[in-house]
């Protein structure tokens, strides 16, 4: 097992230089310039902007500029600093990261309940009502795009209803992010439920079920000893693929109920290019999804006894 | 269809003991499927003593696994359904008990060896856990009691250094080895009937005669029934004491083991026999029985077998055969034997 | 990928000492392919003709807008307010679903938005499925070095999350043509194919008529195309059909950031119309429908062809 985490961690290496190398090209080498997006349309004078551009190291060759950025992560945790505020981004991210967090996490634990239980429950009635029902509901979920979700969910429960707050003040509160977080989760939560049920529609074919029932073990045994185990293993990998998937769909979230964490930030540093801000922002993101896989490997290896790390 | 009683066994008749442990009478059994209903089985009737071992042989398809299962209570149904018979375990119909009451019977009084261990195992749950269930589940035992018990089967059914793999999984066993926990896996509980449902097939030849004697030596010293379905002669001639031939759902031949192949009275369980490879035999080719199993939604009419059968007349194709007690030629009844064939008579007889 | 020849090869050596049966002529049962099978299955299928025919129409929709509405979607008439409600007897004219906060008609805007989804839509299927398909094939075909540098190269796309990647890129480019839109989503996109695919391969790989083929000296590229790819469609199509619905829900999405395709489309309007859903719904309404619709319609389509193609499932 320490050999597999060792060479899992050594895989990982060229994957993260080459996640940060990639979105430090589309950053700087693709058309625009943070600089300039500093001055918006009016544009600042070509003196005032080549300084700039000295300062952030912009003028240098890309492949220098990647080399120095990589260094001060590295040497001194140092993901560059925010150009509109000139704090560091590890500062900013320190405000904005708590939030999503507290959001994200909200929206995967009602991802893994809701979703998975659905999933189990169709799954165990496949064929009948009950399944066809959530098949379908879970089908017009994934259809509708989030933002959408998060409008109506919105006008209906803030607008019509008045019954939550259409943006969220207190991002400490859960009460209050309840609705972005079932909006985060829905399209996730409907991916989780329709695999879990695939997965428990076709393990209770399996032999070892059979097995199980002909042992004489009640029905509930059955169930949660003998097929969920079997049955979980497809739904945790994607489970930890889903964890960037989250962290990306803040943006929107987070845009629509006006919520200040990692996807606004990411947003407002985008429309004002602030490209080290960015880079920081999403470097830090692409680090949270590479430890989330890895440990859905190992989750996996505990899960699945088969799979030997040699 | 008439049912036809049968004497105690050929084999070492036992006093006091005229009940069968098992009894299955007229047992149909359908699935509903999308091309139609499939009658898997369709008026079975067989029977199980203590300390007997009755052989159901068959292809693949000829019902003798559903049976099985029928009496396991482990079809699904839907799409499965019984519309007819009785399945009488020590006097009581299983078919009309409460789903807790014959699970209570699962696995405590009879007991399932299925054919391929390695699917039929949990592949995440280690075998001291599986095997530890049992006493778990049917005698509230600790975890700790539990284990020790495993280790104890283990032993029993010679698995070299038990205590050392009790916490492996199914995946690291030789496929032997595997067909011993599921062995081990049916005896935890002794239970009264054991039903084996092709257990050495995805066996290698060699393993295949040891885990046969391992079970056959087991089931002496329980005295269990035992039910062994194969579509292997070769492997029933040693254990069993009686024979059941099934084809396409039906019993066509019933026959004490040696009596049966001696003089098969039904042409099918003559191409069986004649199309088991011989040292005697060697370089010739081997007889085959032509054509396929019927396809259980198109069954031929009359006896389903004469379309590959050799010696079909017309009456073969319009009239089913019922299951008649066969008889020497002078007209005495030979025990125990009974063939669904029109001319019975002459394929016995010669 | 099922192997139906596989499975009675394995049938017949199982009987041993069972009664063998004689060969027989294959012809006795007509032989069916895959597809075939799949098709008279298809055929019967609820969920396939309804897609399918919610496609077809989408389709004529997008190539022949006129042939559905006469307004021009760009055209605002300030007259008519866009508190006019919806006028829901007066089917497909202008005025059918109500106006916007510019006065353009929605239904109209409806109409010639659906070129935008579709375009993007099919665009990045196109361009996942063959980048993808054949990074999958390389890498699954040649195993070792290969597959291990393009496998990296995978988890490197793979690593950042779908929709930052596609809005980093987009935001560098003021004007966002359909063929932008396209590149940005595929850039991001063809990894989930890539991986498909050489599944796929790796399992058609180790099939006995792959061997065989290469035994008698097949080229690699005949190999490749000839006996490898047609055997891994299957899975592929499941894919690029679901994908593509996926595709045009993320372009809606970017849209409503600001970051989508420039003129009419579904996810502008339903962006825009987001911020009267107070006072007029229909703006958001009726595009979020036709939006939502025509994603499920790609990725019903996508799991009947699925199930077609699983012979377990039959």
Known sequence: ?310 | MTIIEEAAPVPAPREGEDAPLLEVRDLHVEFVTREGVVRAVNGVDYNVHAGETLAVLGESGSGKSVTAQAIMGILDMPPARIPQGEILFQGQDMLKMSAEERRRIRGRRIAMIFQDALSSLNPVLSVGYQLGEMFRVHHGMSKKDARVKSIELMDRVKIPAAAARVDDYAHQFSGGMRQRIMIAMALALEPDLIIADEPTTALDVTVQAQVMDLLAELQREYNMGLILITHDLGVVADVADKIAVMYAGRIVERAPVHDLYKRPAHPYTRGLLDSIPRLDQKGQELYAIKGLPPNLLRVPSGCAFNPRCEKAEDVCRTQLPELLQVTERDGTELTGRSSACHFWKETIHG | MPDMTKTTAVATSDDKSAPTPAPQPVKAEKARSLWGDAWQDLRRNKVFIISAVMILLLLTITFFPGWFTSANPEYGDLAKHYLQKPELGKVFSPEWLGYDQQGRSVYARLIFGARASIAVGFGTTVLVTVVGGLVGMLAGYFGGIIDSALSRLVDVFFGIPFLLGTMVVLNSFPDRTAWVVIGALGLFGWTQLARVMRGAVITTKQSDYVQAAKALGASTTRILFRHILPNTLAPVIVVATISLGVYIGAEATLSFLGLGLNGVSWGNDISDGGSQIRVAQWIMLYPSIMLTITVLAFIMLGEAVRNALDPKTR
């Open chain 1, 1 to 310: 097992m320490g050999r597999y985490v060792a060479r899992r961690l050594l895989q990982m290496i060229p994957v993260f230089f080459g996640t940060t190398l990639l979105i430090f090209l589309m950053v700087y080498a693709l058309p625009g310039d943070p600089v300039q997006g500093l001055f918006g349309d009016k544009g600042g004078s070509p003196q005032v902007i080549a300084a700039l551009r000295h300062e952030y190291g912009l003028d240098q060759n890309i492949f220098v500029q990647y080399f120095n950025y990589m260094k001060g992560i590295i040497l001194h945790a140092d993901f560059g600093t925010q150009v509109a505020s000139g704090r560091p981004v590890t500062d900013v991210l320190g405000d904005a990261f708590p939030v999503t967090l507290r959001l994200g996490g909200f929206a995967f634990v009602i991802e893994v309940v809701v979703g998975i239980t659905l999933g189990v429950y169709a799954g165990l009635n496949a064929g009948r009502a009950a399944d066809t029902a959530v098949l379908l509901t879970t089908l017009l979920l994934i259809s509708v795009p989030v933002f959408v979700l998060g409008f109506i969910l919105k006008w209906i429960f803030a607008d019509e209803l008045q019954w939550l707050e259409p943006n969220v003040n207190d991002p400490t509160n859960y009460g209050e992010l309840v609705m972005p977080a079932i909006v985060l989760a829905t399209a996730s939560l409907a991916y989780v439920s329709r695999l879990t049920r695939t997965s428990i529609a076709e393990n209770m074919r399996a032999d070892y079920v059979r097995t199980a029932i002909a042992k004489g073990l009640p029905r509930r045994r059955v169930v949660t000893v003998h097929l969920m185990r079997n049955s979980m293993i497809p739904v945790v990998t994607y489970l930890g693929t889903d964890i960037g998937a989250l962290l990306g769909g803040a943006v929107i979230t987070e845009g629509i109920f006006n919520i200040q964490g990692i996807g606004g930030t990411i947003y407002q540093s985008l429309i004002r290019r602030e490209g080290t801000t960015l880079v920081g922002l999403v470097t830090i993101l692409v680090l949270v999804y590479l430890v989330a896989s890895l440990l859905v490997d190992l989750l996996y290896a505990v899960l699945d006894p088969r799979i030997r790390y040699a």
